[in-house]
């Protein structure tokens, strides 16, 4: 370990290494301190099923990082990352029509919308002329912006619930597949911010794509360790942070924890009243995930999902709806809205010659340990008979595994913290990154803007890092 540290990071996720490149680059001794027994927190892959098939433990698609105003600043295509863009963003099946898709190109998508092309149009035109006004403001903290005009319009189209968006148009199609993008809220779709969640990840199709990385989402969590390297900072895994105390001599400690896990290193430190505001702090649901090793490509009914990165299996707008209220209502639907990724139909890289790797979840209440496989498989099945012949090998993972694995998810919520209203831009205190201690700074994504793969709550949090210690 190197002596005359200036800043000490725990946790190696997306937002820990974001943290850790922003002060190297600034020419300071970061080291990184991570738990697990390898790098990159909710960015790792393993094989899990059977040997050659590599599976991603948490993300598997990534418009975020590629759209992230600091990660696409990173020269971390020389450290191995290369980018794998499918076909078709997004195909969400339905029973008696056609399945809507998103593709990268707006005109396309159009295309394929039928009566609802030109309300598709005028929902992302507008805010994809503004998108690079607008992109620091969504992904980042509550500030003024820049261009406040073009967020506000961006604000009047997005601030409507999932259901009042997906309404306005008039095809199954097109409903269910907002109504399914605008589920990764993991919110009931008739909330606020559904609809700015499905907005966003909507027109993130189009600006930069939902590609997976070559190899696996481990590949970037790897880049950004090796650009890090390149920099003089260190990663050492295997190394869990018990207290705060113990941490070598440095002047800034950037945690890549959510509350819960960051009490448990520096609640003895904080004021109570600061204790509490984290005690109070809410997570939201939890998901059940399954990993399949399979003999052959899902047998889809409607080919055009064989062309899409994520195939969201739900059903109609309805379904959907209802399963993510019974989630929301401490129920596991029969029929869940079922989030699939199939890497292996665009990188071969990732299982033997033929074979293919299937990721998905579903939403399910917190720390449920509930087996989830009967009502997943059976969703898939219903849009792709003669699915489960073709599994070769399925491993599961419980909301209590995910947060077994990895602390940050209490309970099993991938988002580290509700994505509402009220802890959007407030997350976790109206604080953010800073804590009442000088030098200790939460840089995960219990921060602004939350949940995702981007490195921006990381490279907010080592800002004000630099601002306020290292000036
Ligand atoms: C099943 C699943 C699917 C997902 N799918 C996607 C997706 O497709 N696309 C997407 O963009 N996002 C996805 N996400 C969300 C994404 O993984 C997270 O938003 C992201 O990883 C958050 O990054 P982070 O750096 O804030 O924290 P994390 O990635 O949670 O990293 C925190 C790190 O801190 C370590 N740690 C915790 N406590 C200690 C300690 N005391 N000492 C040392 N180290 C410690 C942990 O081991 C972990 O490595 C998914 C998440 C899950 C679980």
Same mark, same amino acid.
């Given at each position: 370990?190197?002596?005359? !540290?200036?800043?000490?990071? #725990? ?15 600034? &020419? ?10 390898? !790098? ?24 975020? $990082? ?73 992904? &980042? @903290? ?36 907002? &109504? ?25 199709? *189009? ?13 970037? $969590? ?10 003089? &900072? ?16 440095? +002047?800034?400690?950037? %945690? ?11 609640? *003895? ?29 899902? @047998? ?49 890289? +990732?299982?033997? $010659? ?10 399910? @209440? ?29 491993? #599961? ?23 509402? !209203? ?18 200790? /700074?939460? %840089? ?9 793969? *981007?490195?921006?709550?990381? /490279? ?12």
């Amino acid at each position: 370990m190197r002596e005359n !540290l200036d800043a000490v990071v #725990i946790g190696s996720g997306p937002n820990g290494l974001a943290a850790a490149i922003v002060l190297a680059q600034a &020419g300071l001794q970061v080291v990184v301190f991570e738990a697990a027994a390898t !790098l990159g927190g909710g960015c790792r892959s393993a094989e899990v099923t059977l040997p050659g098939f590599v599976h991603d433990l948490c993300s598997a698609i990534h418009p975020f $990082a590629l759209a992230s105003p600091f990660l696409r600043t990173l020269p971390l295509a020389r450290f191995g990352l290369e980018w794998i863009e499918p076909p078709v963003m997004v195909a969400h099946p339905l029973d008696s029509s056609a399945a809507g898709c998103i593709y990268r190109s707006v005109d396309t998508t159009c295309a394929s919308l039928g009566i609802d092309s030109e309300t598709y149009r005028s929902m992302v035109e507008g805010a994809l002329g503004n998108w690079s006004k607008i992109d620091t403001a969504i992904l &980042g @903290p509550l500030r003024w912006p820049q261009h406040p005009l073009a967020l506000a319009r961006f604000g009047m189209l997005a601030l409507r619930s999932a259901e009042r968006m997906a309404r306005t148009f008039r095809t199954e199609a097109a409903q269910s597949l907002f &109504g399914g993008i605008a589920a990764h809220s993991m919110l009931p779709l008739d909330r606020l911010p559904t609809g700015a969640v499905g907005l966003v990840l909507t027109l993130l199709a *189009h600006v930069a794509g939902w590609p997976m990385p070559k190899g696996g989402a481990q590949r970037l $969590a790897d880049a950004m360790a090796g650009y890090l390297r390149s920099l003089g &900072g260190e990663v050492v895994t295997g190394a869990a942070v018990t207290s705060v105390d113990d941490l070598p001599p440095c +002047r800034a400690v950037l %945690c890549d924890l959510s509350p819960l896990p960051l009490l448990r290193v520096a609640g *003895h430190r904080f004021p109570p009243s600061y204790r509490r505001a984290l005690e109070r702090f809410r997570y939201g649901n939890g998901v059940f995930k399954v990993d399949w090793a399979l003999d052959a490509p899902v @047998p889809w009914r409607d080919p055009v999902c064989a062309q899409a990165g994520t195939v969201h299996v739900g059903g109609n707008l309805d379904e959907i709806a209802a399963s993510e209220r019974a989630v929301w209502n401490g129920a596991h639907p029969e029929r869940p809205f079922v989030l699939a990724t199939q890497p292996t139909m665009f990188d071969p890289t +990732r299982a033997p $010659a033929g074979k293919h790797v299937l990721w998905a979840y579903c939403h399910v @209440p917190s720390r449920s340990s509930r087996d989830m496989l009967g009502p997943i498989e059976r969703q898939i099945e219903r849009f792709a008979p003669g699915f489960r012949e073709r599994v070769l090998a399925r491993t #599961i993972t419980t909301s209590e595994e995910i947060e077994a694995r990895n602390p940050n998810f209490v309970g099993g919520d991938i988002a580290a913290g509700v994505m509402d !209203l009220r802890q959007l831009f407030t997350r976790p205190t109206w604080r953010t990154y800073s804590t009442p201690l000088r030098g200790v /700074y939460i %840089c995960s994504a219990s921060t602004p803007p939350g949940v995702g793969v *981007h490195g921006m709550s990381g /490279y907010f949090a080592a800002q004000r890092a630099l601002r306020e210690v290292f000036a």
